[in-house]
């Protein structure tokens, strides 16, 4: 019995132990048990429990259902659209393509 739970992803030796104390002594009844149940009958984290829960499934090949269903996908348009080559900055007033030191407080409105 240990051996077969052994297969199980994180279960060791102790942890098939604990299993079979808690009547967990096949697979099949591991993969059909409840996450909150097994955590607190083990006395094991959550999500490790739904670990060994999906990985014995995966050993007798129940289905798996998706925990988010696919949503259509939107399609994006956006905001500004730029020609081919033309820059997103604001070219400075004397025609270098930099901006000048504080020329941002300078277009602000008071």
Known sequence: ???????????????????????????????????????????????????????AKKIIDIPIPSPIPESPKKEVTPIYRRKFGESLRKESPDGNGRRQFGESLKNRKK
């Open 1 to 55: 019995m240990e051996q077969e739970l052994i297969k199980i992803k994180k279960v060791g030796k102790s942890t098939a132990q604990k299993l079979i104390a808690a009547g967990y002594n096949t697979i099949s009844k591991v993969a059909q048990s409840e996450s909150e149940k097994l955590a607190e009958e083990l006395k094991i984290k959550l999500n490790i429990a739904k670990a060994i829960i999906l990985s």
